[in-house]
């Protein structure tokens, strides 16, 4: 079923009104401490320091991470901030608004506690950091101060602290966590944990999950490595040599077949309630691995910035649904009317935005608007760039192109510019860019879909008689791929 109105995982990305500081400290180990208390889990201390602060070291502005992902009231979780100077002494600070702070002096240690208690909006818990009574996200960039500047990763040791009964993922080294991007890392945390590894391309993926489902851990276990390994062929790399994965229940009562998911760096997590059966529970999970593995790629892998929205997730979602087909999880026919489904949700739009101008307000309403658009837009690139090609060249080629060319550690550049400059070396699809990623137009597509051979008939279906072209072409996109299956 089509739902794009989900708000999906993002890279971490410090939002505008964050002052940078700590210039100095940018490229550093910083020190932390996160310690979970058996009393009353929710209630987190956080300590840490800055081991290497140079002498003349003099920033004296504290951010926090104010809103997230279209959830806001973050720096209200900040409670007992104390900060010190190198030599140990306290340093006073006024405060602004909560989670902004400005000290009367440099300081170089901090500690506070932070309320992590589940929110009331059930979709938060795979973005924003959460701990109930049984087990618990820990989500660091919303955890800690923000460090860095212009999008360069800030490495850290950090040392999680957890009460007698309680795990996490089994990689760590007595406890601490090293990493060389602080705000991408994802910590899972609880009492009934089960952990699962395997390799897929030369890439560990370890796997935590958390209560009881209808599918088995080896089945998990099993969509992932061939999730990842159908992903990787697309892009022709690995995205990482360790890839984390968290399945989670959501923390409150949820009814059936409702999910979240987010993907941060090379750690992906899914909060979700099961379905009502266990085929359609299989179904959907491996809806969430194919979307949120592709994100390890991009935009998780390549140094881009800005709301390119409409690319990372409308053109996502066109990827996972044909990578469904490929897999076998879904009917040509099924895939044919999901993208149906998709032009119908963007013709019924009455504020009519562009692509770029619906990705910029995405956390504000706009984020079922950049998934149909997005997924329609891909599919019409997809087959334009097919039938030019005469099935040389797909849509994949976009893709592999745009991570070989901005995957770290290449200069950053804004994300709208990067995918542009690829969609234009392709002439045949100069008209596409300006009429629905530039424009707002609404999706004039019998043409395209001609070349195809499909036709706009309650919904798209393929035309009585084809073209050997047409055919061709229909193939690439999967139409008898259940054939080969099953011969196979």
């Known amino acids: 079923m089509f739902t794009p109105f989900r708000p999906y995982y993002l890279i971490f990305v410090v939002a505008a009104q964050v002052l940078h500081f700590f210039t100095n400290a940018t490229g550093q180990d910083i020190d932390l401490k996160v310690e979970i208390h058996a009393e009353k889990p929710s209630v987190v201390s956080v300590t840490g320091r800055f081991p290497n602060a140079k002498a003349d070291f003099q920033h004296r502005n504290l951010s926090f991470l104010r809103s997230y992902a279209g959830f806001?009231?973050?720096?209200?979780?900040?409670?007992?901030?104390?900060?010190?100077?190198?030599?140990?002494?306290?340093?006073?600070?006024?405060?602004?608004?909560?989670?902004?702070?400005?000290?009367?002096?440099?300081?170089?240690?901090?500690?506070?506690?932070?309320?992590?208690?589940?929110?009331?909006?059930?979709?938060?818990?795979?973005?924003?950091?959460?701990?109930?009574?049984?087990?618990?996200?820990?989500?660091?960039?919303?955890?800690?101060?923000?460090?860095?500047?212009?999008?360069?990763?800030?490495?850290?040791?950090?040392?999680?602290?957890?009460?007698?009964?309680?795990?996490?993922?089994?990689?760590?080294?007595?406890?601490?966590l090293i990493t060389e991007d602080v705000a991408s890392e994802i910590v899972a945390i609880g009492k009934d944990l089960r952990f699962r590894t395997v390799h897929a391309g030369g890439t560990a993926i370890m796997i935590c999950i958390a209560g009881e489902w209808l599918f088995t851990s080896d089945e998990i276990t099993s969509f992932a490595r061939d999730v990842y390994s159908k992903t990787?062929?697309?892009?022709?790399?690995?995205?990482?040599?360790?890839?984390?994965?968290?399945?989670?229940?959501?923390?409150?009562?949820?009814?059936?077949?409702?999910?979240?998911?987010?993907?941060?760096?090379?750690?992906?997590?899914?909060?979700?309630?099961?379905?009502?059966?266990?085929?359609?529970?299989?179904?959907?999970?491996?809806?969430?691995?194919?979307?949120?593995?592709?994100?390890?790629?991009?935009?998780?892998?390549?140094?881009?910035?800005?709301?390119?929205?409409?690319?990372?997730?409308?053109?996502?979602?066109?990827?996972?649904l044909k990578t469904a087909v490929a897999m076998n999880q879904i009917r040509f026919g099924d895939f044919l009317d999901t993208i149906s489904r998709a032009r119908a949700i963007d013709a019924r739009q009455t504020n009519r935005l562009s692509l770029i101008e619906a990705s910029a307000t995405r956390w504000s309403g706009a984020d079922t608007y950049v998934y149909a658009r997005g997924m329609v837009t891909a599919f019409l690139c997809d087959i334009l760039l097919l039938h030019s090609s005469k099935g040389k060249r797909s849509l994949n080629d976009v893709f592999r192109e745009l991570h070989a060319k901005h995957k770290y550690p290449n200069a950053r550049m804004d994300g709208?510019?990067?995918?542009?400059?690829?969609?234009?070396?392709?002439?045949?699809?100069?008209?596409?860019?300006?009429?629905?990623?530039?424009?707002?137009?609404?999706f004039e597509w019998r043409s395209e879909i001609n070349f195809a051979g499909l036709e706009a008939k309650n919904g798209l279906a393929v035309l009585p008689k084809l073209t050997g072209r047409q055919k061709d072409l229909l193939d690439r996109l999967g139409y008898n791929n259940w054939r080969r299956l099953t011969l196979r």
Do not use: C
């Not at 800030?154 to 309680?166: H, T």
């Not at 800005?306 to 990372?312: E, L, S």
């Not at 510019?417 to 530039?438: F, G, P, T």
């Open 72 to 176: 806001d009231q973050l720096g209200e979780r900040i409670a007992g901030l104390a900060l010190k100077n190198k030599n140990g002494e306290p340093v006073a600070y006024q405060t602004a608004v909560p989670g902004e702070y400005v000290t009367d002096a440099p300081f170089v240690e901090w500690s506070y506690t932070l309320d992590l208690s589940y929110r009331k909006e059930q979709n938060a818990a795979a973005h924003i950091s959460w701990i109930g009574s049984e087990n618990g996200i820990l989500m660091l960039g919303d955890m800690l101060p923000l460090f860095g500047d212009s999008g360069k990763p800030v490495s850290a040791r950090a040392r999680i602290v957890l009460p007698n009964g309680w795990r996490q993922m089994d990689n760590r080294i007595d406890d601490t």
């Open 416 to 442: 709208n510019a990067a995918v542009l400059e690829i969609l234009k070396k392709n002439s045949e699809l100069e008209q596409i860019v300006a009429k629905y990623v530039k424009g707002s137009g609404k």
């Open 232 to 320: 990787r062929e697309t892009f022709g790399s690995n995205a990482s040599e360790k890839v984390f994965v968290n399945i989670f229940r959501f923390p409150q009562n949820a009814a059936h077949g409702q999910w979240q998911a987010e993907t941060r760096g090379r750690n992906v997590t899914i909060i979700s309630s099961d379905m009502p059966f266990k085929t359609q529970s299989l179904q959907r999970l491996h809806e969430q691995l194919r979307h949120e593995m592709f994100h390890l790629w991009i935009p998780n892998g390549v140094n881009l910035s800005g709301n390119y929205d409409w690319f990372y997730e409308g053109f996502a979602l066109y990827a996972s």
